[in-house]
């Protein structure tokens, strides 16, 4: 036998069980919102003001979207109730208004540490973007061609490209490693200090032919001075003049192999085996670069080893 109101209070337990199920979900879907909103801040360098912008427009969004969307599953829970009581009609106020204030659970703090090794990561990342962008364009690019056209000259000689560092000293660098093959042992400090000492010793030979870049005049003796002293002090470049220097320093014919014109051999005069070089024009972004050369048949000694 029922009791009277029996029938009455179980859909009022079910709409307040609706109710509470929502706001649990609510609440759950405001959670993983923000968690993905920091995964999504953390995929972006601090740096890159373009990207952080278009992230901030992303979340502002998203956000506005999640409220509008609750607000709406509200509306409608309370539209499935045609006659609210007072009461209930209060509940539900009162827990769209809890759902408004509810403190997200903030992310985890990040120590100082966590933050330098996530930015250092951001910043490798986007440093080998920018490497395999750079590497894509090269297939193309100046660089490329040039490479492959260099490589076919040697290859007719039986020779190949060795690659020298490109860190101011290349020219002499490649001047070293060409010497080794003839079993001389000059390193490229003493080959700067025997340019520069010759250079001095023959200023006529060298000093109409070096301008102030700024006037367009003739170096004065001071300028010339100070030029010297760059090839045996500093990284300076070295040039034709340079090779020039050291092709009567060594008496030996220097070659250097291009690409579109035909190669230039200093020093002529003198009998022995030329070094041979090769000069890239669009090897690196800092502008010339010299490479040495080895036989090409070094590749197969080197692959069967």
Same mark, same amino acid.
């Given at each position: 036998m029922e009791r009277p109101g029996e029938e009455d209070d179980e859909p009022a337990a079910e709409e307040g069980d609706a109710l509470a199920l929502l706001i649990r979900r609510q609440r759950k879907e405001k959670r993983d919102l923000q968690a993905k909103i920091q995964g999504m801040k953390n995929t972006v360098p601090k740096n890159d003001k373009k990207r952080r912008k278009q992230l901030t427009d992303s979340i502002a969004k998203l956000e506005a979207d999640l409220e509008q969307n609750h607000e709406e599953e509200l509306k409608k829970l309370? +539209?499935?109730?045609?006659e609210?009581? +007072?009461e209930d009609s209060a509940a539900v106020s009162m827990a769209r208004l809890e759902l408004e204030n509810t403190q997200l659970v903030p992310p985890p703090r990040i120590s100082k540490a966590q933050k330098r090794r996530e930015k250092k990561a951001a910043l490798e990342k986007e440093r080998e973007e920018r490497i395999a962008e750079a590497e894509?364009?090269? &297939?193309t690019g100046a660089r490329h061609l040039e490479s492959q056209k260099l490589a076919h000259i040697l290859s007719?000689?039986? &020779?190949?490209?060795k690659q020298i560092p490109s860190d101011g000293h290349c020219m002499y660098r490649a001047i070293e490693d060409q010497l080794k093959e003839q079993q001389n042992s000059w390193t490229v400090a003493t080959l700067r200090a025997q340019t520069a000492e010759y250079m001095r010793t023959h200023v006529d030979d060298f000093l109409p032919f070096l301008t102030n870049p700024n006037t367009g005049d003739l170096y004065s003796h001071d300028e010339f001075e100070k030029y010297c002293c760059d090839i045996a002090n500093s990284a300076a470049w070295g040039g034709q003049l340079e090779l020039r220097a050291l092709s009567h320093i060594l008496q030996t014919p220097i070659e250097v192999v291009q690409m579109d014109s035909p190669p230039i051999i200093v020093? +002529? +005069?003198y009998s022995r085996k030329p070094l041979i070089l090769v000069y890239m024009k669009h090897a690196y972004g800092l502008g010339e670069h010299y490479n040495s050369v080895k036989p090409l048949s070094d590749i197969t000694t080197d692959n069967e080893s």
């Open positions: 309370k +539209e499935t109730v045609p609210q009581s +007072e894509i364009e090269n &297939l007719t000689r039986q &020779l190949e490209i020093g +002529e +005069e």
